[in-house]
């Protein structure tokens, strides 16, 4: 599922004599515009690739406005804001970010002098990307930089300093493939004696805070259920009235998918009333909702997600946004394109590092064009699945995080989860001093992504301690899993979490320095978290206890769809991206501070975790974020503003 060949430059060529400067705007002095950040420790060179090889090449022209960004999101989801709620339209959006006519004409420019025809340069429809038609060589000389065929792409390039205002990123340069990886790899645990209900598990009344703690709930700490998450999380009944203004997606990325039997299997057991109900179904790319292959790695994500997803919110229709095909897969940017057809181009705008390029010309793959703005984006979308800030350029993920801030922008709220490894990444895996990843022994903390970004709401995981009742606190997730969170290598902090972030680092100093974690003020993670541990799920046929972040976070945006509804019903609008709001001191009592538990991570070795990771405590802190929400009283915050 992976592309075959990507390829290495070794770096600039010594630039001596620099290209015809014809053009008074363009002058032969190449700046280093893109470094990979990251050289793995595992890659080996191949070979030069020939030299007429053709390689159409993709540059990225600077969006304009993209540095009021924030602020402009902002103004729309500040609770303090007069312009609170006020989200764009689509065509807002595109003509805001649009690129610049100057910035085409100066690449035009650069390429024409560089002696491209102009038969061999195109531009996208939405002015977004131009296309040259190169071979090897010619890119070579182009951007002074050296490819080479190997199994990483190369280090660094450069383009004329006159030039690199307009220009965002090329392609294929220093991006190298990888694909969105479960949060909840291997978090599975047999749990064959759970075929038999426990009464009392089914919808609960916000009457829940003045009631003895109802029978069925007292196996909430070994069993989470949808009937423990509304008893826990203090959740009304949902009787929804605006179904059809509302909406709700998942993300799922193929061959990972879900099987209709399983739904039923949880539904007859914990939410009779949803029995027969599935997901709107959106293909993405040629996806199918695949069920050739079974077992808890292809269902076990998509089972757990949909499964409470849907009994939480039903009869709200969820939307499943099942992305990629069974050949090629998808990243990040597929589902985006799916959703805002501003993001795609007419030939790919997509990192072939990162993303699933569509038509696939592998065999058997999906030979048809990418999905480009195909569906409305649904006004909540949970994500649990995430990569390492390192697998990905900065420029790559800033490009895809400012897509997630015009989501905003127009009222969608983006959930990612925070990741299943507290501060180290996949397996455990840290950093070593030069920031590598090393896959033992590394003691700087390992970032995730898109979690980082500002612009989304990351979903970090807690537990009910073992023995305790739905009215007892919770702690941060220590069971199989620890809660991701840490401070970003890319993203600087955003205003909304300044004062949250700097009272956590002032009254709890971490026992930590820059060589463990970035600590010049960069974007600090995660926002927000909900219980992650002992979900029974039905999953390839039998009912299993799933863990992790990953499903903390369709709970979350379950409970965002129900605010929505309760806002839509009352002739408002949906409440978008929610981080500046719920960081406020007036929504302080919407969310159970949680302040116990940490989240350890680096593994010094086969088991060893050498770190104790950032502790939980007062306030908001990177394990468990602001803590978990009181839906109920979420719901009368956020129905409080206009
Ligand atoms: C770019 O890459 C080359 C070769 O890998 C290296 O010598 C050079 O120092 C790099 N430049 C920067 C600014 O990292
Ligand atoms: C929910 O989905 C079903 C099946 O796709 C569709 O028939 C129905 O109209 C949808 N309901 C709303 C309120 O959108
Ligand atoms: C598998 O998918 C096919 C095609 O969608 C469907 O006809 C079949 O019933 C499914 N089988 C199972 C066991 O879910
Ligand atoms: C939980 O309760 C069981 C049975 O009462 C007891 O054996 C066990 O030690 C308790 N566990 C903890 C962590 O308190
Ligand atoms: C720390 O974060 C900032 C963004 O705030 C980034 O520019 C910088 O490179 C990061 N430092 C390290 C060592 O990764
Ligand atoms: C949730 O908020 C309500 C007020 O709406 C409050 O009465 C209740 O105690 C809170 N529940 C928890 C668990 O904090």
């Known amino acids: 599922m992976f592309f075959p060949l990507v390829f290495l430059a070794l770096g600039p060529i010594a630039f001596e004599n620099g290209v015809a400067a014809s053009s008074s705007i363009i002058h032969s002095d190449h700046v280093v515009h893109e470094i990979r950040a990251l050289e793995p420790f595992d890659w080996s060179i191949s070979h030069q690739p020939r030299a007429h090889k053709r390689l159409p090449l993709r540059i990225g022209l600077s969006q304009r406005n993209v540095e009021n960004l924030e602020s402009m999101l902002m103004a729309v989801s500040h609770p303090d804001s007069p312009n609170y709620g006020k989200h764009w339209t689509p065509q807002q959006v595109m003509d805001t970010f649009a690129p610049s006519e100057e910035s085409a004409q100066n690449v035009i420019a650069w390429l024409k002098d560089a002696g491209f025809s102009p038969e061999k340069i195109r531009i996208s429809a939405n002015k977004g990307w131009i296309q040259v038609d190169t071979t090897v060589a010619e890119a070579e000389d182009l951007l002074k930089t050296e490819y080479h065929v190997y199994t990483h792409p190369c280090h660094n390039y450069s383009v004329p300093a006159a030039i690199q205002e307009h220009v965002e990123l090329i392609r294929p340069t220093v991006h190298f493939t990888h694909r969105p990886s479960l949060k909840s790899e291997a978090k599975f645990k047999r749990a064959g004696i759970l075929g038999k209900p426990s009464p009392g598990t089914g919808p609960i009344t916000s009457s829940i805070d003045t009631l003895p703690v109802p029978p069925g709930l007292i196996e909430c700490a070994q069993m989470m259920t949808p009937g423990c998450l509304r008893a826990l999380y203090n959740v009304p009944q949902f009787n929804p009235l605006a179904m059809d203004k509302n909406s709700y997606g998942i993300v799922e990325f193929t061959p990972q998918a879900f099987l209709a039997d399983d739904l039923d299997l949880f539904f007859s057991t914990f939410s009779p009333n949803v029995v027969g109900a599935r997901p709107q179904i959106v293909l993405v790319d040629g996806a199918v909702v695949q069920n050739t292959s079974q077992g808890s790695d292809f269902n076990g994500e998509s089972d757990l997600d949909l499964e409470y997803a849907m009994a939480l919110t039903y009869p709200q229709n969820v939307t499943l946004l099942q992305t990629g095909d069974l050949v090629e897969g998808a990243g990040f940017d597929n589902w985006l394109d799916a959703v805002d057809g501003s993001f795609c181009t007419f030939d790919g705008g997509d990192d072939p590092f990162q993303d699933g390029i569509y038509p696939d010309t592998l065999p058997g793959g999906f030979d048809g064009p990418e999905s480009c703005g195909i569906v409305a984006p649904p006004l909540v979308v949970s994500v649990s699945y995430g990569e390492q800030e390192w697998q990905i350029t900065s420029s790559s993920a800033t490009r895809q995080c400012n897509e997630y801030g015009k989501l905003g922008l127009m009222g969608t709220t983006i959930l990612y989860s925070s990741g299943d490894n ?169 969310f159970n501070d949680i302040t116990e538990g940490s989240n350890p991570g680096c593994m010094l070795s086969l088991y060893l975790i050498d770190t104790v990771g950032f502790i939980a405590t007062d306030g908001w802190d990177p394990v468990t974020g602001v803590g978990t929400p009181n839906v109920s009283k979420l719901i009368s915050l956020f129905l409080a503003l206009p």
């Open 422 to 590: 507290g501060v180290a990444g996949l397996g455990g895996q840290c950093l070593d001093s030069s920031a590598r990843p090393v896959s033992s022994g590394g003691t700087r903390f390992n970032p995730q992504f898109p979690a980082s970004c500002p612009f989304v709401t990351s979903v970090g995981a807690t537990q009910m301690n073992p023995n305790s009742t739905i009215v007892d606190p919770e702690a941060a997730c220590e069971t199989h899993i620890f809660s991701g969170g840490g401070f970003s290598d890319i993203f600087s902090m955003p205003d909304y979490q300044k004062s949250a972030v700097s009272s956590y680092l002032t009254n709890d100093p971490p026992p930590y320095t820059s060589s463990q974690f970035n600590t010049s003020g960069s974007r600090a993670y995660p926002d927000l978290s909900a219980n992650g541990a002992n979900y029974v799920a039905g999953v390839n046929g039998q009912l299993m206890l799933e863990f992790g972040t990953s499903a903390a976070t369709p709970v979350v945006g379950s409970f965002i769809t129900m605010i929505n509804d309760a806002r839509l019903a009352a002739g408002k609008g949906p409440v978008g991206f929610i981080n500046p709001a719920i960081y406020s001191d007036a929504f302080k009592d919407g």
